[in-house]
């Protein structure tokens, strides 16, 4: 019936000039079961069920990661920029809405929020810089689960390791990532992302077609990476990334994708590995992450070119106060 109308429409607005019965289609047998298989006594069907799924995937493993093997630069660091998105270097204009005092450790700093928005309207990220008395020396992005929101206590004062990267000349930025802070009616942090309903649970319904949120926040990083090294190409700031939460994972493959962006960082990772979720609704899952290394393999690319990088979470030993050990390292 649709296919019907549509064929009206056609012929009249692009004036193809066909005769009515041209427009009616015509009826026609169908075929059978039997005619419209490949397979039969001669031709039987191959295996098929769970079991030879799992044997066809893990055949399918094996043979990649022997590909890998062979050239990891060559494959992991470009399947990391494929699986977030990222293309390249993301123009980003800064909006400026407000600035106002916020008090931290006794004193008070400087802060204006903003909005971070990409060239062609596809990100929109609110954000917040908070600024030293004394000259600038480094600059900092914050990264945390709450957003931009978590430079700061329950209170509304600045976070005490926010306080020290201050006292000590460091402009703090942080930004509400998707799915954080603004991005959510109620603020609170986003637990469980939205999937396609679909009587089979399978990440493909929803995952073939959109980005992961995992993916998503990640470019949001890589975006305000760029950002920050282009702003004014003639400073020489030293830039960390610091990310002491569940936001360690993103920086991580932030930096795997972009590490020439940073001179130092430290990230928390808590043991993450893609490989080890099994909840497709997870803000933390990411189609076929596992594959190229899974966290361990996007942490030895960032590592490759960012100067210092404190890993804490996989097991090597860790300074007592990563702060410290940040305001030691950084710009090195």
Same mark, same amino acid.
């Given at each position: 019936?649709?296919?019907?109308?549509?064929?009206?429409?056609?012929?009249?607005?692009?004036? %193809?000039?066909?005769?009515?019965? !041209?427009?009616?289609?015509?009826?026609?047998?169908?075929?059978?079961?039997?005619?419209?298989?490949?397979?039969?006594?001669?031709?039987?069907?191959?295996?098929?069920?769970?079991?030879?799924?799992? !044997?066809? &995937?893990?055949?399918?493993?094996?043979?990649?990661?022997?590909?890998?093997?062979?050239?990891?630069?060559?494959?992991?660091?470009?399947?990391?920029?494929?699986?977030?998105?990222?293309?390249?270097?993301?123009?980003?204009?800064? @909006?400026?809405?407000?600035?106002?005092?916020?008090?931290?450790?006794?004193?008070?700093?400087?802060?204006?929020?903003?909005?971070?928005?990409?060239?062609?309207? #596809?990100?929109?990220?609110?954000?917040? @810089?908070?600024?030293?008395?004394?000259?600038?020396?480094?600059?900092? &992005?914050?990264?945390?689960?709450?957003?931009?929101?978590?430079?700061?206590?329950?209170?509304?004062?600045?976070? +005490?390791?926010?306080?020290?990267?201050?006292?000590?000349?460091?402009?703090?930025?942080?930004?509400?990532?998707?799915?954080?802070?603004?991005?959510?009616?109620?603020?609170?942090?986003?637990?469980?992302?939205?999937?396609?309903?679909?009587?089979?649970?399978?990440?493909?319904?929803?995952?073939?077609?959109? +980005?992961?949120?995992?993916?998503?926040?990640?470019?949001?990083?890589?975006?305000?990476?760029? &950002?920050? #090294?282009?702003?004014?190409?003639?400073?020489?700031?030293?830039?960390?990334?610091?990310?002491?939460?569940?936001?360690?994972?993103?920086?991580?493959?932030?930096?795997?994708? %972009?590490?020439?962006?940073?001179?130092?960082?430290?990230?928390?990772?808590?043991?993450?590995?893609?490989?080890?979720?099994?909840?497709?609704? #997870?803000?933390?899952?990411?189609?076929?992450?596992?594959?190229?290394?899974? %966290?361990?393999?996007?942490?030895? %690319?960032?590592?490759?070119?960012?100067?210092?990088? &404190?890993?804490?979470?996989?097991?090597?030993?860790?300074?007592?106060?990563?702060?410290?050990?940040?305001?030691?390292?950084?710009?090195?």
């Amino acid at each position: 019936v649709t296919r019907h109308e549509i064929y009206r429409w056609y012929n009249t607005h692009f004036r %193809l000039g066909l005769a009515p019965e !041209k427009l009616t289609e015509r009826d026609y047998p169908l075929l059978t079961p039997e005619q419209l298989t490949v397979w039969d006594e001669k031709h039987p069907a191959p295996a098929g069920g769970e079991d030879f799924e799992r !044997k066809l &995937l893990k055949w399918w493993h094996e043979d990649a990661q022997a590909q890998l093997g062979k050239s990891p630069e060559k494959f992991a660091s470009p399947a990391w920029a494929v699986l977030i998105g990222w293309s390249g270097r993301s123009e980003v204009a800064v @909006e400026a809405e407000k600035e106002w005092k916020v008090a931290g450790g006794g004193l008070t700093y400087r802060a204006e929020t903003a909005i971070l928005r990409t060239q062609g309207g #596809s990100h929109a990220l609110p954000a917040i @810089e908070i600024r030293p008395h004394a000259d600038t020396r480094r600059e900092v &992005l914050w990264l945390d689960e709450r957003g931009k929101a978590g430079l700061f206590t329950d209170t509304g004062a600045l976070r +005490p390791e926010v306080c020290r990267l201050l006292e000590k000349g460091a402009v703090v930025v942080g930004v509400d990532l998707f799915g954080q802070g603004e991005f959510q009616p109620d603020g609170q942090p986003l637990t469980q992302t939205r999937r396609t309903k679909n009587p089979r649970e399978a990440a493909a319904y929803t995952s073939g077609y959109n +980005p992961a949120v995992f993916a998503q926040r990640v470019h949001d990083v890589c975006a305000v990476l760029s &950002l920050q #090294s282009s702003t004014d190409p003639s400073d020489t700031w030293p830039r960390s990334v610091v990310a002491l939460d569940g936001t360690g994972p993103l920086a991580a493959v932030a930096l795997a994708v %972009l590490p020439e962006k940073i001179d130092s960082a430290v990230l928390q990772t808590g043991g993450f590995r893609f490989g080890g979720g099994l909840d497709l609704q #997870s803000p933390d899952f990411l189609p076929a992450a596992a594959k190229y290394g899974d %966290l361990p393999g996007a942490l030895r %690319l960032a590592r490759g070119s960012t100067r210092q990088m &404190l890993i804490l979470g996989e097991g090597e030993a860790a300074p007592a106060d990563p702060i410290a050990w940040l305001l030691e390292n950084a710009g090195r």
